[in-house]
């Protein structure tokens, strides 16, 4: 039986206890506990959608607050009224009349906006029985782009020419699908590199990446240049410099020390620097980026990236090279889709930002997607990849000689063990009661 | 008794109900209900910072709830420690490590903390035994621009040039201040404009404005060209075209559509297009000023401009001619007068937004400031006025001939009366208990 209408939204605060080990520390976030809002959308059958945005832990609870307030506009809705016009359903939702004030699109409401509609295309692609990415592939351009509200991008990219982009590419898929299935997507891991971990831990982790496929690799930087400078040369040593290798700020720099620290940095050629400085500053990363690409070096942003205007306007001014879309941060696939599209009328290859808890489960569907139907191809583009939390989902990643395979299992390949979910919901889970209790962790 | 530290932070979530008459409606927004967050700062004596932020109703209660998250970072504080370093205090709570994932300063957490810190200002004025506006106008330079956190603006504005901005002017304090004293600063009227008001209404407020001494008026477009145009006709009929008048579209707008329809209203000799098109869409905005300015048309925008950095940009791409800067949207004082500062290099004037509940009340003190000691100078500057809601101040605004006379009561002129709060506390206060047992109201 195919469900006809959503008739419940459950949303849980899941957190896991990351800082206990440093992982996912840079120069602005030391400690985070990776966390998700995960919400699940109840039908009229067995069929139940998952969703999730993605925090560091604190906040996580205030997400969840919106997402139950959201729901509100979602609960009884029927699901041929919101796939039949998504983009109509997806603006109801985020230009609420009297919630937008709170946003708009932005923030708070736009991650639990982000939740709430993945679980909606998580659903989606479960009622066809496809994964994620089959689904997309497989729609018509018009269908596709009937899902993307265009309001304040079509002075950069209007209906018509979204769907000729699709259409341009489309000769070709059968033979991309075949070949990315036999191949996999190309990753670089993080995992490696965050900044509160000892070159000791450095060395056995980039041994292990090695030894696994990986060739490319991220490193953080930003609270010292020269500590900066001394963990660059360690990490080149390591890889040599055959290898891939970017630097990730996490917007710890204004404009001129973000050239300042970069020009000290260059002699380690990094293909990127990554968050130079603040989300919101499209023209300090222009101006950043107007320096450094004379020598070597992109800037590439995304993550916190807030919407499809912002994305718009760092496209218009060459504020990035390569685009790190975030499957969690941007408003769900509808916005997406058109971030997506944006950049590849500017000729900008696409990066998503992974990591944290389930982000890599759900960024490989689109970039499968990008490379099927918008891209056509590999050159310049990766997922990044962080070895953190896969065994908490049911399908996570698999990931092969350093590549992301294609997922087959139907839906957005989030949802999560039932096990995981009554150990690390927040704080009254199994392994938070226990963390409480020996003492370990002080509740927030 | 001088109150020393912080001991507990009181929020509630105050509704009025403005949208049984259509108060406040314009393109974007039908029905809006004038809401706040009303924060209560107990200190360890009888002393009480109070402070807010704005919404239009639904999702008063989730900044409600993200204030209650952030108190943990106030109470039991050391005033000197906050006053003493209220730049390192605001990064402090603007940039919690975990919590800055969910913004950062932007959204909902903005909202939060334009709240707690407009209330940390109030209780230090109340400390000084000042208006706001003398607390600021007292300060030495060097102690006024302590209190901004300069990160991802000095590439624009350095402390060095924000303190010569303030000396520049230093000289002929006092004169200005007298000067104002006396007549007084310049305000412009939306109340008569509203999109859901028919023409009689219309002709019934201008009618009354224009006996109050108002000379400014405002107007709400951007529903339907042909209906502007004829509103615009009357408007200009009952006015003259010797008053200001002034356009606000409210983001309805792609940025080609404010570029078409602005020269269609263009005959009516609107001062400025207010909030023509996304407020983060800074290029797009830019493109519009240059498309409108040689036509006598500026753009005005500000009060969904999310944070500094924002309307660094702005005013780097010249996306706006008038500054409109948002006490309840900025993070309170401490970012508002770092716009203020950069404005005032650029060279753009500041015209405050204000209406909603309490705006008028904050920000007359941020434009007595501004003339007296940054911008010298109420050529092109005017603060927006509307009369709905002010009767549940303590000390609202006084109105004089069209002017804002000088407030002269310790604080930032933001207490409510105790009786206002009982009533208006949704959804339990009387006055609502009242509305959904009449059934005027439906509780969201």
Redesign the interface.
């Known amino acids: 039986m195919t469900p006809t209408k959503i008739v419940d939204l459950i949303v849980k605060d899941l957190r896991f206890p990351t800082s206990l080990e440093q992982d996912g520390s840079d120069a602005?976030?030391?400690?985070?506990?990776f966390s998700c809002p995960y919400v699940e959308l109840k039908t009229d059958t067995d069929l139940t959608g998952c969703g999730i945005t993605f925090?560091?832990?604190?906040?996580n609870?205030?997400?969840c607050?919106?997402v139950k307030?959201m729901s509100?506009m979602v609960i009884g809705k029927n699901l041929d009224a919101i796939f039949g016009d998504f983009a109509g359903f997806w603006r109801e939702i985020t230009?609420?009349?009297?919630?937008?004030?709170?946003?708009?699109?932005?923030?708070?409401?736009?991650?639990a906006t982000a939740a709430i509609v993945n679980a909606l295309w998580d659903l989606w692609a479960k009622i066809e029985g496809k994964p994620l990415w089959k689904l997309l592939v497989d729609m018509e351009p018009e269908k596709l782009v009937s899902t993307i509200d265009?309001?304040?991008?079509?002075?950069v990219l209007t209906k018509k020419e979204a769907i000729e982009i699709l259409q341009l590419k489309k000769s070709e898929k059968t033979s991309r699908e075949k070949d990315l299935i036999s191949r996999g997507y190309p990753a670089y891991t993080t995992s490696c590199g965050w900044l509160g971990y000892s070159d000791e831990k450095i060395t056995k982790l980039v041994e292990k990446a090695t030894a696994q496929g990986f060739t490319r690799f991220k490193m953080k930087v930003g609270a010292d240049l020269e500590d900066d400078a001394r963990r660059a040369k360690h990490f080149r040593e390591l890889i040599g410099y055959d290898k891939v290798w970017m630097v990730d700020a996490n917007?710890k720099w204004?404009?001129?020390d973000a050239i300042d620290w970069m020009c000290q940095l260059s002699e380690f050629k990094p293909l990127w620097i990554e968050e130079p400085?603040?989300?919101?500053?499209?023209?300090?990363h222009a101006?950043i980026a107007e320096a450094l690409n004379p020598i070597g070096i992109g800037v590439a942003t995304g993550e916190?990236c807030?919407?499809r205007?912002?994305f718009?306007?760092f496209l218009?001014?060459k504020g990035l090279q390569y685009c790190q879309i975030d499957a969690c941060r941007l408003g769900g696939v509808n916005e997406i889709l058109a971030v997506i599209l944006m950049a590849a009328k500017f000729g900008v290859p696409i990066c998503p930002h992974a990591g944290g808890v389930g982000m890599c489960e759900l960024v490989q569907h689109l970039s499968i997607f990008d490379y099927i139907c918008v891209s056509g191809s590999l050159e310049g583009r990766m997922i990044e990849y962080l070895d953190h939390l896969h065994e908490h989902f049911i399908h996570p990643v698999v990931m092969k000689d350093g590549n992301y395979t294609v997922p087959q299992s139907p839906g957005y390949s989030i949802d999560m063990k039932d096990e995981s979910i009554a150990d690390y919901e927040y704080p009254t889970g199994r392994a938070w009661k226990k963390l409480f209790e020996a003492g370990s962790f002080i509740q927030?």
């Open positions: 602005m976030h030391k400690a985070p506990d925090t560091i832990g604190k906040g609870d205030i997400v607050y919106a307030a509100k230009s609420e009349d009297q919630m937008r004030w709170i946003g708009p699109e932005k923030g708070v409401v736009h991650l265009f309001r304040y991008i079509s002075d917007q204004d404009v001129q400085t603040s989300p919101d500053d499209i023209l300090g101006k916190q807030q919407n205007i912002m718009k306007q218009q001014a927030h």
